[in-house]
């Protein structure tokens, strides 16, 4: 695993690990942080089971493993942190694990004896080494408990999914966006299916844009640096989210059968006691019954599809779509 400093004054540096030559193909290619402060350093994101040994030890190399004094979570995916129980067992006992509020009771699923610390819905800060880490609210981009985490000393932004990008192996030359535009296509898909809240999304947006940044850096893929940090805002605000909305049938409003009469309705809703009384030398003699239609002519049913007793039909089965990050069935 390939390790990079992104920014560096005196004890107080950001490390940037991630670009694994060695990872198996069909696990999504991730990112992890390393903050440290004199003595103290903490994880974003450490990531799952299958990276965690040559994250150990690339991190290692830089970092003493006793100065490990924080984990954070931004969410509760496994590519996050299913990892965390190993590193409970390298790194020093009172450790602390934060995370949203909302999935500590989950992420209790990866390691039930873990000293998870609920970050509220409005965020809250870490002290490491007398660097205040603030933990913004990211709700719903694209996890409902998700927060970003923003070092205003190193002007630095880290973002988990937001600013994510699929990229073949071939394209991650460096740590950096190099050509936003041509850069666009690997966020994209990505963007339009996980976000799936324009109004979360705008709100973030007006938060983080106050902030200074010099640099920005999602969990998967290329950070943005100086300029392409404003130009991956206006983009992001301007892009339509939500596009898995399209195949629950958005927009389409069914048709309720109607099983009674108005009249009917109303008298229903009546309480027993304000029912109406009837007078029975009123009630008109039952209306005949309508003639009924004629039955429509039988037709042939369609031959089913024949199939040799030597053949199967061949199951339709989902294929790896990397600008989705995930298997989707081919059209039909």
């Known amino acids: 695993m390939i390790s990079h400093t992104i920014f560096k ?7 940037a690990f991630g670009q694994d030559p060695q990872k198996p193909e069909k696990i999504i290619d991730t990112n992890q942080i390393v903050i440290t402060s004199g003595d103290q350093a903490i994880v974003l994101d ?43 067992q390298v790194c020093n006992a009172d450790m602390q694990i934060h995370l949203s509020w909302l999935w500590t009771s989950f992420v209790a699923h990866f390691d039930s004896e873990a000293n998870l610390l609920p970050i509220p819905d409005e965020g809250s800060t870490i002290n490491l080494g007398g660097i205040l880490l603030e ?56 963007h339009k299916r996980w976000m799936g809240s324009t ?35 206006d983009w992001f605000g301007a892009l339509e989210v939500g596009s898995g909305i399209e195949a629950m049938g958005a927009g389409d409003t069914p048709t309720l059968p109607r099983t009674a009469s ?7 809703a009546l309480p027993v006691e ?7 030398q009123r009630i008109p003699d039952p209306v005949a019954a309508p003639a009924q239609a004629p039955t429509p002519p039988a037709t042939e049913p369609k031959p089913a599809k024949k199939i040799a007793a030597n053949e199967k039909e061949a199951p339709v089965l989902p294929e790896y779509d990397e600008s989705v990050g995930g298997y989707v069935f081919p059209d039909s």
């Open 135 to 190: 933990l913004i609210p990211a709700h719903y981009l694209h996890s409902s408990g998700n927060f970003s985490v923003y070092d205003s000393a190193a002007r630095a932004l880290w973002t988990g999914d937001i600013g994510a990008a699929l990229m073949p192996a071939a394209n991650r030359t460096s740590f950096y966006v190099e050509d936003f535009d041509s850069h666009v296509k690997f966020m994209e898909g990505f």
């Open 46 to 88: 450490p990531g799952g089971l299958e990276i965690f040994p040559p994250m150990l030890a690339a991190l290692t190399d830089r970092v003493p493993i006793e100065n490990i004094k924080h984990l954070f979570m931004s969410h509760q995916d496994p590519d996050i942190g299913s990892s965390l129980p190993l590193w409970r």
């Open 274 to 280: 304000d029912e109406p009384e009837i007078d029975a």
């Open 199 to 233: 109004r979360a999304r705008d709100a973030w947006i007006n938060r983080v844009s106050k902030l200074d940044i010099d640099i920005l850096t999602p969990q998967h893929g290329l950070f943005f640096k100086g300029e392409d940090v404003a130009r991956f805002l």
């Open 262 to 268: 108005p009249a009917s309705t109303v008298s229903a």
């Open 9 to 15: 004054d005196r004890g107080h540096t950001w490390l």
